[in-house]
T-cell receptor
Framework: SQTIHQWPATLVQPVGSPLSLECTVE??????LYWYRQAAGRGLQLLFY??????ISSEVPQNLSASRPQDRQFILSSKKLLLSDSGFYLC??????????FGQGTRLTVV | QKEVEQNSGPLSVPEGAIASLNCTYS??????FFWYRQYSGKSPELIMF????GDKEDGRFTAQLNKASQYVSLLIRDSQPSDSATYLC?????????FGAGTRLFVKA
């Protein structure tokens, strides 16, 4: 089965600083990859998804961007973090109509 | 806008009781439905998936799907304190999976 590696587990960043979260996938090829954000006590908000190298779909206009430089690598970035960017970020992989596999998540606190 | 509606809870049940979690969804074309369990501070993990109308049982868990009513439920029999978590209902809509906000379940010992 698939394994999603995501790091770091926790991150505290000042407002205005840049962000880079990386996610890599093992155990599958050509995965569909996803970035979700979960605010405290809330559901999963889909931020970006990618069906292939260099292909990014953005779901919510915001202060973040995503890139997919390799088949099994997905990166979430920001040039300048806002307080509202705080949350639990999850990288996931799944094929159409199948279960999602999640990484361990990154708890981002912007201060 | 495709949506999933869940009662946020918390739902509190005594140990050994049956916990019943419910979910409605908006997309009549959805083919796949999922229940995930999420412990505090952790990522979601799949508990059950169901594709066809009716019941599907796996150990202490039973998922029920009624496509005509756009309704999915999860029953947890013989609830244990370790079942205390947030349960997310989800359905697959093409490339995307749409998640509900989750129902918090507390199982009292």
């Amino acid at each position: 089965s698939q394994t999603i590696h995501q790091w770091p587990a926790t991150l505290v960043q000042p407002v205005g600083s840049p962000l880079s979260l990386e996610c890599t996938v093992e155990g599958t090829s050509n995965p569909n990859l996803y970035w979700y954000r979960q605010a405290a006590g809330r559901g999963l908000q889909l931020l970006f998804y990618s069906v292939g190298i260099g292909q990014i779909s953005s779901e919510v206009p915001q202060n973040l961007s995503a890139s997919r430089p390799q088949d099994r690598q997905f990166i979430l970035s920001s040039k300048k973090l806002l307080l509202s960017d705080s949350g639990f970020y999850l990288c996931a992989s799944h094929r159409v109509n199948t279960e999602a596999f999640f990484g361990q998540g990154t708890r981002l606190t912007v201060v | 806008q495709k949506e999933v509606e869940q009662n946020s809870g918390p739902l509190s049940v005594p140990e050994g009781a049956i916990a019943s979690l419910n979910c409605t969804y908006s997309d009549r074309g959805s083919q796949s439905f999922f229940w995930y369990r999420q412990y505090s501070g952790k990522s979601p993990e799949l508990i059950m998936f169901i594709y066809s109308n009716g019941d599907k049982e796996d150990g202490r868990f039973t998922a029920q799907l009624n496509k005509a009513s756009q309704y999915v439920s999860l029953l947890i029999r013989d609830s244990q304190p370790s079942d205390s978590a947030t349960y997310l209902c989800a359905f697959s809509g093409g490339f995307k999976t749409i998640f509900g906000a989750g129902t918090r379940l507390f199982v009292k010992a």
